[in-house]
């Protein structure tokens, strides 16, 4: 019996599970606040954790984190600024605190009873049905439980064969388990391909900012289907051909059938949770990922609770103490896969980039080759114990770096997902094949080398051998242009002509045709974005890009007088030696960093002759400050320079010659390219030229100097202005801002050359071009805006006044939108539009209305009406007439009918001004929550473009939820700015709204025709119906007013100046008909007839007054469009 816990460490323990469970809290509220604090605070109590249970270190965790202090450490002494390493701990909290709640499934699961009848079926089936049945099982189980989904199989089928093989010889028993287990190992080793609840594709997906699940997942379920299909192969072609009589398999339990479908059916629900929460909420995949793991655990828990003792709340509360219990026990795994979440971004903060991409391209001459590097390190390392999940964020990052053309991140990524999942079970030294191992009593070095060793090698090799010919024939790049065109994220006309580019690039490559630097022009449309670098490039893009060669940021420069104004100079200096300097004593104090630089800079040259022991003092990059290190390096007696500014001085070198090795310019690169070469081993200039990168006739010039006059030929001069302060003429710098403040807005060079142009007119010193964009560039953004573009400055810099409402119907907004969904009219999908009167107050909605319609009079009249009047329904209780009508200038906001119901109605209707829609940011608000908690719940949902589903409800189906929506979800939700309920902040204070005499009065003002309609012998002709009424017989010949419902055509109202007369119906209709399905009659008449009409337009009169539909065009009644003022 253990002995209890002291009360030392249960105090210890407690504090390490309350350290994740900040982790866990701290990457959750990254979700929603973007703070370096945050991922600060994560770090700091995940250390913590990893202090207080050390105990539980295996060796390859002791490995990760001491490795992954000493980078840490290594990174802040040179320096790494706070969002870097922000970075960096947001990514090592989010594996940690993904693997802790992934903990919370493997509890509930080992209490569900469909995982116990789900491992019984699989291992009870028959010899020909095992493998792909334990396969399955191990795929699934190490999906959904991750490791605790191994040690469930095994050891339910360790006890399976010792009751039905004991009857078996000892080899075929061997045999047997064998089987069993390398099918649940290989089974398990396919999660990383596609599981997007794993921990391997979160990953890489870390390390490689760029992708998405949706570029690598898919293609890795095919490769898994692959792999499955190969290990069937090799398990059917190393079966043992002795006949057995074998007894019969026992008939399934249905039950224990069911329990597969369930366990399926979970990976299928908590998969499809994530997806769901990525694509309704917006969130990041990882974070949704963080919300539905422990949600969906607790939903399970319940459910499996929801019979027992205690019921579901007890569940609950058991798994979630479970899990934090295990928190302590799973540090040797959190320790590892947290530290590979930060070495990512350590590694790239501190490799050389370009020297590494200097050595791939050396190395790397197709992007085949690339694949075949990426598998093979990536599988050494792995069976040198490195943990894949290290490797694979090192080089993930790394390869979105390096930009290799013909090999997108997603193609890199599933490159290093396969070749995860071929060393997870071959290596001894792997967590899997050792817990496999001590699972079926048998040492990990046999199931891994002897047992599994054939299939991960002939894996590797198909995988490897595949990938290759995929990525060289361009076959990645088109499917990842396809996934990318299918999701939306590029069109197809670019993604047509950037993938063959590609192609044709990539195939003249393989076939020799062309050199690297034809394959950097064609850009990588997926993935990848950068060119590759070639050994003859030119001058890399800056010191934190990607490039080749030392200081392939700087500027080639050749051997010439110096410059008079010291600004002319580009950073980096020019070529040529600066200062000859005696050689320091044996034991003299170290030089400081920087000391005597000013004076080292205009120093005078002293002669050299030869042979002698002088230093070449040479202050290299002195923006960058570099540390020491040596400029050049040759053979045979060519000499060395080194960096006077660094610790130590210069060192005295021997000087055989008077010979050029380097200097400052950026052309002479380490390997000691330069004249040296020419003149010792008779190396052309041509050829030297082409390798170093430096220009020919520079090379030429150099040579000519130290002809001339020796090594003093090749100082640079002195500076005339050497010691005197230059400052730029007042005049000059105010004509360089007068200038960036004209319209049209001239470019940074066309002021430079004006302004030198000036300054020689005028007998005053120039400025340079970095000169002349460094007060460009400080310039106030407001003033060259303002005086260049003034809608750039109304929209970025114009003070804003936010005019709030101070009481319920204070002031109203009304908008229009076009839902992001599918209805159905007639049978065809369209979207509708949505109309909508929000009191700008409270933030409720006072009306609304649908139609299929493009906004008109009409549509906002019934907005309108619905707003006014008191509804049905007792929750919804905004109504009234409003003092305000805030609206945009739309030809239905601005008719006649509107606004002469305003007036009646005494609301002043107020306008925004054309073309600076202000002020109606709340309505807009409104729009997007309808978009983000709405619509994604109704079928044909539309987002990106595309329908999710669809469409299978029609307008008035889509009305109802609309309203229940309302009711039931936004009114009764605190708003984000008011901090209340929308329907609670309308009626505080008890106010009383103020209506209309009688909903008859509201319709007269809102609905009623514009234009009067005279009454016949056969009724009144209204819409293309006919009404009647015996009581019109008294007005026939009269002019009548008409009074509508839009929604309900089967009745009218009728008035005569002023009084109500009757309602007339329609005889001619059974069912009452709407405007919406004349409207629709009328398409479909129109599209039979092949005329070119609009299909869901209604068109309007040019009186500023909603207009029915009629078959001829109507003349304006004021021979062109009315305006209205608008009251700012």
Not at 507 to 514: I, K, P, W
Not at 930 to 945: A, S
């Amino acid at each position: 019996m253990q002995p209890l816990p002291t009360p030392e460490r249960s105090a210890r323990m407690l504090v390490a599970q309350g350290c994740i469970i900040v982790v866990v809290l701290a990457s959750l509220a990254g979700i929603f606040i973007h703070s370096a604090a945050i991922g600060l605070t994560a770090g700091a109590a995940l250390a913590v954790f990893l202090v207080l249970c050390w105990r539980q270190f295996t060796i390859a965790t002791w490995l990760t984190v001491g490795l992954c202090v000493l980078l840490l450490a290594a990174a802040m002494l040179r320096g790494i600024d706070i969002e870097t390493l922000s970075r960096g701990l947001e990514r090592m909290a989010f594996l940690a605190a993904l693997l802790a709640l992934l903990g919370a499934l493997r509890v509930v699961a080992s209490e569900a009873p469909e995982v116990v009848r789900a491992g019984r079926y699989l291992t009870t089936r028959p010899p020909g049905r095992r493998y792909l049945a334990m396969n399955f099982g191990g795929h699934v189980f190490g999906v959904l439980i991750n490791l605790g989904g191994i040690a469930l199989l095994l050891d339910m089928t360790r006890r399976s064969l010792e009751e039905t093989s004991a009857h078996l010889p000892p080899d075929l028993r061997e045999w047997r388990l064998r089987r069993i287990t390398t099918a649940v190992l290989r089974g398990f080793a396919l999660a990383p391909l596609w599981s997007p609840i794993g921990l391997g594709l979160n990953a890489l997906l870390l390390a490689m900012p760029g992708l998405e699940y949706a570029d690598i997942g898919p293609a890795g379920l095919l490769a898994a289907a692959l792999f499955l299909a190969w290990g069937w192969f090799l398990d059917w072609a190393g079966a043992p051909r002795i006949p057995l009589t074998s007894r019969a398999a026992p008939r399934p339990d249905a039950a224990d059938q069911g329990g597969v479908a369930l366990l399926v059916l979970h990976v299928a629900l908590l998969a499809g949770l994530v997806f769901g929460l990525h694509a309704a909420t917006g969130l990041q995949f990882q974070q949704a990922l963080l919300i539905a793991v422990p949600g969906y655990s607790l939903a399970w828990a319940a459910r499996i609770g929801r019979g027992g003792p205690g019921g579901a709340g007890a569940a609950m509360r058991r798994a979630t103490a479970g899990t934090i219990r295990r928190f302590p026990l799973a540090a040797a795994e959190i320790g590892v896969f947290a530290s590979a979440g930060l070495l990512s971004v350590l590694a790239l903060e501190l490799l050389p980039i370009d020297r590494v991409q200097a050595l791939v391209a050396a190395l790397i001459g197709a992007p085949w080759q690339m694949v075949v590097l990426l598998n093979l390190s990536m599988f050494a390392l792995a069976t040198a114990g490195v943990n894949p999940i290290i490797t694979a964020s090192v080089l993930g990052g790394l390869v979105t770096q390096l930009d290799v053309p013909g090999l997108s991140d997603a193609a890199a990524a599933l490159c290093l997902a396969g070749t995860w999942s071929c060393v997870m079970g071959f290596t001894p030294l792997m967590t899997t094949v050792v817990y496999a191992g001590a699972l079926v009593g048998r040492p990990a070095a046999v199931v891994g080398f002897r047992w599994n060793g054939l299939y991960c090698l002939s894996g590797l090799a198909l995988w490897t051998i595949g990938m290759a010919l995929l990525v060289q024939s361009g076959l990645m790049v088109l499917m990842a242009l396809f996934v990318r065109f299918m999701d939306g994220g590029i069109s197809l006309e670019r993604g047509v002509k950037s993938g063959l580019a590609d192609l044709h690039a990539c195939g003249r490559l393989a076939h020799g045709e062309a050199g690297r630097n034809e394959l950097a022009g064609a850009r990588e449309p997926f993935g990848g974005g950068g060119s590759w670098p070639a050994t003859l490039s030119a001058p890399g893009r800056g010191r934190r890009e990607p490039c080749i060669r030392p200081f392939a940021d700087q500027i080639p420069l050749e051997l010439a007088e110096g410059t008079e104004d010291m600004e002319h100079e580009p950073p980096g200096g020019g070529g040529g030696v600066d200062v000859l300097g005696e050689r320091p004593e044996a034991h003299a104090a170290p030089l400081q960093f920087g000391d005597g630089l000013q004076q080292m800079r205009h120093r005078p040259a002293e002669a050299v002759e030869l042979p002698d022991h002088k230093g070449v003092a040479v202050p290299q990059e002195r923006e960058r400050r570099v540390q020491p290190r040596s400029l050049g390096s040759g053979t045979g007696h060519t000499a060395i320079l080194e960096d006077a500014g660094c610790a130590g001085g210069s060192k005295g070198v021997e000087l055989k010659r008077e010979i050029l090795l380097g200097g400052r310019d950026a052309g002479v690169s380490d390997e000691g390219h330069g004249i040296s070469l020419h003149l010792e081993q008779d190396i052309p200039l041509a050829r030297i030229a082409a390798e170093g990168g430096i220009a020919e006739r520079t090379l030429r010039r150099w040579l000519a100097a130290w002809r001339a006059k020796g090594i003093a030929g090749l100082e640079r001069s002195r500076r005339s202005d050497a010691g005197i302060a230059r400052r730029l003429a007042p005049e000059i710098e105010a004509l360089v801002r007068s200038m960036a403040t004209r319209r049209p807005r001239p470019t940074a060079a066309a002021i430079h050359r004006k302004v030198q142009a000036e300054a020689k007119a005028r007998g005053l010193t120039g400025a340079s071009y970095s000169v002349v964009a460094g007060i460009v560039r400080g310039i106030e953004p407001a003033r060259i805006a303002v005086a260049t573009d003034a809608a750039a400055y109304r929209d970025r810099h114009e003070l804003v006044h936010r005019r709030d409402a101070d009481a319920p119907n204070a002031m109203w907004q009304a908008d229009h939108t076009m839902l992001d969904v599918l209805v159905l009219d007639a049978g065809k999908p369209v979207r509708p539009w949505l109309t909508v009167v929000m009191d700008d107050y409270s933030r409720a909605i006072a009306g609304f209305f649908l139609a299929t319609a493009a906004p008109s009079a009409v549509n906002t009249a019934l907005a309108l009406r619905q707003a006014i009047w008191r509804k049905e329904d007792p929750g919804w209780p905004v109504c009234g007439i409003p003092e305000q009508l805030y609206a945009d200038n739309g030809s239905d906001f601005v008719s006649e009918n509107i606004e002469q119901a305003c007036i009646a109605l005494k609301i002043r209707l107020i306008h925004s001004r054309p073309g600076r829609p202000r002020g109606r940011g709340k309505i807009e608000r409104f729009f997007r929550t309808v978009n983000d908690m709405f619509l994604p719940e109704i079928p044909g949902h539309i987002r990106g473009g595309k329908p999710l589903s669809e469409p299978a409800i029609e307008l008035a189906e889509l009305t109802r939820r609309f309203e229940r929506f309302l009711h039931d979800v936004y009114h009764r939700r605190p708003h984000g700015t008011t901090g209340e309920e929308p329907i609670a902040r309308w009626r505080s204070g008890g106010f009383l709204p103020s209506l209309p005499e009688s909903r008859e009065a509201l319709d007269m003002l809102l609905l009623r025709v514009p234009k009067p309609r005279k009454v016949g012998r056969d009724g009144i002709r209204f819409m293309g119906q006919r009404y009647v009424e015996p009581t019109l017989a008294a007005f026939i010949g009269e002019q009548v007013d008409v009074l509508y419902d839009p929604r309900d055509l089967a009745e009218v109202r009728i008035y005569h100046d002023g009084a109500f007369v009757c309602s007339a119906l329609c005889p001619e209709h059974i069912e009452a008909p709407s405007l919406a399905s004349i409207r629709s009659a009328r398409r479909q008449t129109k599209e039979r007839l092949k005329q070119s009409i609009a299909d869901d337009e209604v068109p309007h009169e040019h009186d500023g007054r909603p207009a029915l539909e009629h078959n001829t065009p109507q003349r304006p009644r004021f021979g062109g469009l009315k305006l209205y003022a608008a009251d700012d």
